[in-house]
Every structure is written in C-alpha cells, then in structure tokens.
C-alpha cells in the first residue's frame, strides 16, 4: 500500500536550519507530485507548495517563498523540505502528502499524508 | 484567517446528521473542486471527499460533499461516536493556490 514515511522530531534554535525527509513506497516515486503542508499548534492546515517528483519543478505558496526548499533524491523515492532561519513561528507538524493524480496533471488532490514531523523552534 | 471559511464547531447525537459548511470565493470555491479532510486526535488529516463530491474507496456513504456558488458543504449521516474529528474543506485558489478552511470541530454528543 501507498505509503509516506518521515523522520523524526526536530528541536532547533531560531537561526538554524532543518532538514525533514519523506520517503515514499507502495507506488512508482517519479510519477507522482508531492506537496508539503503544515500545521501549526491548534491551527489548520497549510499548504507550503509542491514539487515535481519528475523534473524537480517546484511551486510555493506566496508566505513560504525564499526559507523552503524542496528537493529529492529520487534513487532512495525521498523527497525533502529545508527550512532556513528558523523562526519561533515555524513550530509546527509538516506533512508530505502525494498529489492523487500522476503527472503531468496536478490539480491539488491530497490523497495520501505522512505521519507527520513535529518541528519546535525554541531558544 | 483563513481564505475559506467554516464554523468553529458542531454538535449533533448520535444517529443523527450534521452538515459543515465552508465558505469561500469565486477565485476559489466557485471555479474549482472541493476538497474534504477527516483530522482524529493526534493524526494526520485523512481524505474524506476529493472531487466536491466522491469518496476515495474506504469511505462510507454517510459522508457526502455538494457545492453551490461559492460554498461548499460536507454531510454525515448516522453520526457516531468515531466521528469525532475536526474536518477542514480545501481547495485551490487562482491567486493564493492550496488554501485550507480553519476547520470545524465535530462533536457527537
């Protein structure tokens, strides 16, 4: 069965980077877009962008752009978000989550969802 | 604040149904599907309904999506105990692309 992946908590201090990885099986990696949502403590979700498990493209929501990076190695079907200066406002669960629909299409159809990392930023 | 708009919570008993609605725009709601998410306690968000209206394999019939203009409503009938969730609409908007409801909290009372 489809599946998602990813690694565990982070504490960090505000400035520092982080690193979350998701890795994907179940189904072919290339074929299908992931996005990347988060959500922070008693808020609703989020939805940070997407990327192009084929070609690497990426799309960001207008508040994540310049901090978040995407990228993926598709040899081991893992896909990455880096987050930079880390802020206090960053704490939050992020999720991978498969675009339902393969590529090329994408049309924001969240069909499968990481069990989530839980990223504090706190000094 | 969110772009689509939905209660913060709703109430019914057991047996009984309940409708959350989710408010938003024509740049949203009014030209593209809606999407809808089952939350339990301390889980990822689930798919419930894709498409405004289907239900991805798994999900029961008592959960049921509709949309008129520029508002969406999620229905569930029989309520259960299990239900008790938060449920998020979603959807993609021209201008600020993936956008997400505040969420409704369910409460079978």
């Known amino acids: 069965q489809v599946q998602l992946v990813q690694s565990g908590s982070e504490l960090k201090r505000p400035g520092a980077s982080v690193k979350v990885s998701c890795k994907a099986s179940?189904?072919?990696?290339?074929?299908?877009?992931m996005n990347w949502v988060r959500q922070a403590p008693g808020q609703g979700p989020e939805w940070i962008g997407w990327?192009?498990?084929?070609?690497?493209?990426?799309t960001y929501a207008y508040g994540f752009r310049g901090r978040f990076v995407f990228s993926l190695d598709t040899s081991v079907s893992t896909a990455y978000l880096q987050i930079s200066s880390l802020k206090a406002e960053d704490t939050a669960v992020y999720y991978c989550?498969?675009?339902?629909?393969?590529?090329?299409?994408?049309?924001?159809?969240?069909?499968?969802w990481g069990n989530g990392t839980t990223v504090t930023v706190s000094s | 604040q969110s772009v689509l708009t939905q209660p913060p919570s709703v109430s019914a008993a057991p047996g009984q149904k309940v409708t959350i609605s989710c408010s938003g725009s024509?740049?949203?709601?009014?030209?593209?599907?809606v999407f809808w998410f089952q939350q339990l306690p301390g889980t990822a968000p689930k798919l419930l309904i894709y498409?405004?209206?289907k239900r991805p394999s798994g999900i029961p019939d008592r959960f049921s999506g509709s949309k008129s203009g520029t508002s969406a409503t999620l229905g569930i009938t029989g309520l259960q105990t299990g239900d008790e969730a938060d449920y998020y609409c979603?959807?993609?908007?021209?201008?600020?692309?993936?956008?997400f409801g505040g969420g409704t909290k369910l409460t079978v009372l």
């Open positions: 989550v498969r675009e339902g629909v393969p590529l090329p299409q994408y049309y924001f159809f969240l069909d499968v």
């Open positions: 179940g189904y072919t990696f290339s074929r299908y877009a």
């Open positions: 990327v192009n498990s084929n070609t690497g493209e990426s």
């Open positions: 024509s740049s949203n709601i009014g030209h593209n599907y």
């Open positions: 498409d405004t209206n």
């Open positions: 979603a959807t993609w908007d021209s201008s600020l692309l993936g956008v």
